[in-house]
């Protein structure tokens, strides 16, 4: 048994049953390392207070070090939690991530999901909360600009980690990377 739990926080429409989780989470068993992935409220009309009340109900309970990974709409609720709730995590890792920019609440007219992006994080309240940050982000993403992956790193002072070829990390056959990224991370083999 690891000493670590990590809490996954799925993006835009997702659930424990998309993407990658469906993937990783056979791994992350064999492995010993506990986790947990909430399925978040609003499916093509969230709310960040639905979602944050959720991650907190499920990380609430966590007694060990806690890993964040945020994919997509994951990464903004990640750092909407870590804002809101000021826990102390070991870990949080940020794949295919969003800046901090308010315009990002504009995508599809404003309909899918602008409470996420009511207001400019102040980022220096979270790097303390954090021992490290970690950025995932190709440069081919379809969805988020590889751009906003590199500022948020930059203003985390968080590590990035590029790929050319991954596009937007949603396919199943990302999560070998992810687990990779994890396993490095928290130096679990």
């Known amino acids: 048994m690891h000493d670590v ?7 835009y429409t997702a659930s424990h049953l998309a993407d990658w989780y ?7 068993d064999a492995l010993g390392i506990p986790y947990v992935i909430p399925d978040l409220p609003g499916n093509e009309h969230p709310h960040a207070s639905e979602w944050l009340a959720t991650l907190h109900t499920a990380i ?6 806690i890993v964040l990974v945020g994919h997509s709409l994951g990464s903004r609720a990640a750092l909407l939690y870590l804002e809101k709730y000021r ?8 794949i295919a991530a969003f800046n901090n920019n308010t315009a990002n609440g504009k995508r599809n007219e404003g309909k899918s999901y602008p409470d996420f992006f009511d ?12 021992g ?14 590889y751009a906003q992956g590199v500022e948020i790193a930059k203003d985390l002072h968080a590590d990035l980690v590029t790929y050319e070829d991954r596009s937007h990390f949603s396919a199943p056959e990302n999560a070998p990377y992810i687990l990779k990224e994890l396993q490095k991370k928290l130096q679990i083999s």
């Open 87 to 94: 826990p102390n995590v070991k870990t949080v890792l940020l």
């Open 132 to 145: 490290e940050f970690v950025v995932m982000h190709s440069k081919d993403d379809d969805s988020i600009p």
């Open 119 to 130: 207001h400019t994080i102040d980022l220096t309240t979270l790097t303390p909360l954090v």
């Open 60 to 65: 609430s309970t966590i007694r060990t070090p």
């Open 22 to 28: 469906p993937t990783i989470s056979p791994k992350l």
């Open 5 to 11: 739990t990590i809490v996954f926080i799925h993006g």
